[in-house]
């Protein structure tokens, strides 16, 4: 009877010995998966969230950069082909000149110049309000000694003997006017776009140094906090491409984060700068100094490889940085 006791009790007992055994083999297996899972560099950390922020202002600088450019190269286009399509004939008053008569005669010999398209001469009141800037509405320009302007707008098919033909012809013709091509302001333009590349490019220069730099003191004070994981896992035979590896795809992931929100931002900004007068309603858009600040789909594809070249760099300085930091350990 009591074997008979024994048993069922024996037999109790070992159904509930079984799974006391399969919770310590779980609970002995669960903390070698959450290890091996483990990443050697923390994704979630004060000095990740703030490289991701200094990735972001840097990239936004540099696409603001790149769209400024873009958009000023777009103006500067814009004005040579304008400057480049039409040349202006200046008569000057003088002494018993009939000036009206000087303006047909210019007119007349410029559209028989081949290569001209069109010459037309700008009456008085036209004259007028190109002067009002300077001397104001109202002018009287029969009292005053104001040259007077021809515009002759150039064909497609203009080479270049046009020019020289004209104004040699000019010359003959009417002694009193002046053939401007537009050379000093087209020269000027193209000094001007120049300085802003070089600008754009000095800036460029200066946010690459600056990232390279900030990514740098990260990587080694990320490689710091896991020195001791580092160095166990080099003594143990782990290889240096391992480890680099998990440095690179952690920094990767950064410098991508960090150029996204930067240059999403900076192309927010030329977006909202470009449609937001229309999509309100404004009269004109919102012109600067050189134009409308607007870019075009190369403006905007130079603000994503900006964004590229951002995540890039800070992947490759991560991965020199932490090459460096282990010759040092051994």
């Known amino acids: 009877m009591a074997g008979r006791l024994r048993a069922p009790a024996a037999a109790s007992a070992e159904p509930a010995a079984k799974p006391a055994s399969q919770a310590a083999r779980a609970g002995h297996a669960a903390p ?6 483990r990443p050697i560099v923390p994704s979630a950390t004060v000095t990740g969230r703030a490289l991701i922020a200094v990735i972001a202002i840097m990239t936004f600088l540099a696409g603001i950069t790149i769209g400024a450019v873009s958009a000023v190269s777009n103006v500067a286009a814009e004005w040579t082909a ?17 000036i009206e008569a000087a303006l047909a005669k210019a007119v007349e010999r410029a559209k028989a110049t081949p290569g001209v398209a069109d010459a037309q001469a700008l009456d008085p009141a036209a004259t007028s309000k190109l002067l009002e800037p300077w001397l104001g509405t109202g002018l009287d320009l029969a009292n005053l000694p104001v040259p007077r302007l021809v515009t002759v707008t150039l064909a497609g098919t203009a080479d270049a003997q046009t020019l020289p033909a004209l104004r040699a012809d000019l ?18 333009l193209a000094t001007t776009t120049g300085t802003a590349m070089a600008i754009g490019l ?9 990232t390279v730099l900030c990514v740098t003191v990260a990587t080694r004070a990320a490689v710091d906090a896991a020195r001791f994981v580092v160095e166990v896992l080099h003594f143990v035979g782990a290889r240096d491409t391992f480890i680099v ?86």
């Open 82 to 98: 304008d400057i480049a399509r039409e040349v202006t004939i200046e008569i000057k008053p003088g002494d018993g000149l009939d």
């Open 171 to 188: 010359a003959q013709q009417v002694p009193s006017a002046t053939l401007d091509d537009h050379r000093v302001w087209a020269e000027r």
């Open 202 to 210: 000095a800036v460029l220069a200066l946010v690459a140094t600056a």
């Open 245 to 330: 590896s998990e440095f690179q795809r952690h920094f990767l992931t950064v410098g991508l984060k960090g150029a996204a929100i930067g240059g999403g931002a900076a192309i927010a900004l030329f977006f909202l700068g470009s449609t937001l007068p229309s999509w309100l309603s404004f009269d004109q858009q919102i012109d600067t100094l050189v134009g409308a600040m607007t870019i075009d789909a190369r403006g905007y594809g130079g603000i994503v490889g900006v964004a590229v070249l951002v995540a890039l760099v800070t992947t490759l300085t991560s991965r020199l940085t932490v090459y460096r930091t282990l010759r040092g350990i051994s």
């Open 32 to 37: 070698t998966k959450s290890a091996a899972q």
